[in-house]
């Protein structure tokens, strides 16, 4: 097939590569606009772009896919299918039309669960056990498509936003590749998603990425994971910004701290929780490196009453992480309580222990 290839972070660069390699007919890229980068702000060409100018492929960058030179330049390349990886802007139904197959999402998530900007981030808030990727048929509604394929990931313990993603964007391009297979040859078609299960993912904003100290630890451990690397989770201290790493969750040991509390060892901090203290990883104090707790401990010389301050997110929260049965308050824009048990699976057939809820299929 004659395909288009939309995407513009560093996440789609793997499912172009793919692509170009594959037998299809790769005759040209959609990206966002060049944007200010770096210490200097000067434009700066979307990794997609990079790649796509590296392999010859002519690049189109519409400031936005309503336009109409550039639905006229995107029909002249006369594209079969669209295949699509975090583009960044909503393909409105007059481009939709142009290829006879339609746009292919590759979305990280089982579908129907999160859909939205921030699958995976939230995938990892809410504790899954397993995500996935999934690919779908765009249609004008928030990644409401029926589909086409999926893919299983197991999320691991230790896993930030950044790892599981980087790994589902491998594993995806060859699940969009595939399912790009499927459609030349007529042997898969796209299946309606489930009504039930549906979870929405809204972006992370930084003040999500606050630490709220009155959570529990896994609590606390979930959304740094979640918010790494972008946006990055915070906390303050007298009323400065410090940003944090990774965190170990201390099952036992030293008595307990209050929420927020710091407690300095000869080679680590702890901070209390609404359970356990958790151990700091990695700090970056404003205007400052990033560096290891201890030496970021020793260097601005904390009293014994340090302690970082508690974010205040109201009482929405508070009965939000009242109503969560797993332990851990709700991420924004998800119910408070929903199954994450899913097979292992790497076929398009996960399950889930749900008995309310049929298995996704594709």
């Known amino acids: 097939m004659r395909v288009v290839f939309a995407g513009t972070p560093e996440v789609a660069v793997p499912a172009l590569d793919a692509i170009a390699a594959s037998p299809h ?15 200097g702000r000067k434009l700066t060409p979307s ?12 690049v189109l960058k519409p400031v936005h896919p309503r336009e109409s030179e550039f639905q006229a330049a995107l029909r002249a390349l006369e594209p079969d299918c669209c295949p699509v990886v975090a583009y960044g802007a909503l393909i409105p139904r007059s481009a939709l039309d142009i290829p006879r197959h339609g746009w292919v999402n590759l979305h990280f998530s089982l579908l129907p669960e999160w859909r939205g900007a921030a699958p995976v981030q939230h995938s990892i808030w809410a504790g899954d ?41 491998e594993g995806g391009s060859s699940l969009l590749v595939a399912t790009l297979d499927g459609i030349a040859d007529g042997s898969i078609e796209a299946r309606p998603q489930p009504t039930d299960g549906i979870t929405l993912a ?28 972008g946006p990055g989770a915070w906390t303050t ?24 509390a710091i407690r300095v060892g000869k080679n680590h901090v702890l901070v209390g929780t609404a359970s356990t203290p958790v151990r700091l990883g990695e700090v970056k104090a404003f205007g ?26 109201g009482l929405e929260t508070a009965v939000a992480g009242l109503l969560d049965l797993r332990g851990a308050p709700t991420p924004p824009g998800s119910p408070p309580s929903r199954c994450s048990r899913r097979s292992a699976s790497t076929t398009a057939t996960p399950t889930c222990c749900c008995p309310r809820r049929s298995p996704v299929t594709a």
């Open 202 to 229: 809204p972006k992370i904003s930084v003040e999500d990425a606050r630490v709220d100290w009155t959570e529990p630890a896994v609590g606390v451990d979930r959304r740094i994971r979640a918010c790494t690397p």
């Open 129 to 169: 056990e397993f995500t996935g990727a999934t690919t779908f048929l765009i249609e004008e509604g928030l990644d409401s498509g029926p589909t086409y394929g999926v893919m299983t990931e197991r999320i691991r313990p230790t896993d930030t936003a950044g790892d599981l993603l980087g790994r589902l964007a």
């Open 47 to 58: 990794p997609v772009a990079q790649r796509a100018e590296e392999l010859g492929v002519p």
């Open 237 to 260: 201290l007298d009323g400065e910004r410090v940003k944090l790493g990774a965190v170990a969750i201390e099952e036992s040991g030293d008595e307990p701290l209050a929420p927020g």
């Open 288 to 313: 400052k490196k990033q560096m290891g707790a201890a030496d970021w401990a020793r260097g601005v010389r904390l009293p014994e009453t340090a302690r970082f301050e508690c974010a205040d997110r």
């Open 25 to 39: 007919e790769l005759v040209g890229v959609v990206t966002r606009p060049d944007a200010p980068s770096g210490r």
